[in-house]
């Protein structure tokens, strides 16, 4: 069952604008032995993101990575790559770079972002193709940062987008439940609003027979 709610719809419209990160990346990195030439195309590519020019950014993470494949800054290149596709509207090869994250590098200290990235990701393809197998791997990495990163500042949006999944889904009532924790959890976070009328809408559809 998929729920056709036209608030829902704008919601998951606007997840680039209130889930998605993208932190402001920090020219330096916290390395022994920097290779000049691989700083430089770091501090290009980082220029661009920081003023979300995705695909020039997009451009030069791409090739950083190639041209460096042995720098130890590869991990946050292709974390950064997946964030600027994803800015970019690049949903598809955005999940590809965040699971390379995941696989190849899994103590990376930022994992708990792309957990987050991974799912907004996701959830995004979802509100397009309108597959609940997609909504379900959203819902899926949103559980693993919940699971692997409590103390995570990634968690309130990673219940929010739970929530999310759960409604297009039409686990109406685990929705409302998500909702709800968000607001009783972290009362001050930004999510706050719009989980409050998410919740008055789950709970409406609820009510009705």
């Known amino acids: 069952m998929l729920l ?22 920090s020219v330096r990195a916290q390395v022994e032995k920097e290779n000049p030439a691989a700083t430089r195309r770091f501090a290009v590519a980082v220029g661009f ?19 460096f494949p042995k720098e130890p800054r590869q991990d946050k290149a292709r974390h950064f790559l997946g964030v600027c596709l994803l800015g970019d509207g690049q949903v ?18 930022q994992l708990d972002q792309v957990y987050l990235n991974l799912g907004v990701a996701q959830l ?35 219940i929010f987008n739970q929530a999310e999944c759960r409604f297009q889904t039409g686990k109406l009532a685990d929705s409302a439940a998500g909702y709800a924790k968000l607001i009783q959890a972290y009362p001050q976070h ?7 009328y998410a919740l008055g809408v789950a709970q409406d559809q ?3 027979p």
């Open 92 to 109: 598809d090869p955005a999940i590809v770079e965040f699971n390379k994250v995941i696989s190849t590098f899994p103590q990376y200290p």
């Open 124 to 158: 995004t393809k979802g509100g397009k193709t309108k597959q609940p197998a997609e909504y379900a791997a959203a819902e899926q990495s949103f559980a693993t940062l919940l699971e692997k990163f409590p103390k995570s500042a990634e968690v309130p949006r990673a």
């Open 49 to 67: 993101q920081n003023r979300k020019l995705w695909k020039p950014a997009t451009t030069e993470w791409q090739k950083f990575l190639s041209d």
């Open 190 to 196: 930004e999510l706050v609003p719009d989980a409050m």
């Open 206 to 208: 609820l009510k009705q």
């Open 4 to 25: 056709d709610v036209s608030r829902r719809c704008c919601l998951i419209g606007a997840l680039s604008l209130v889930c998605f990160l993208s932190p402001v990346v």
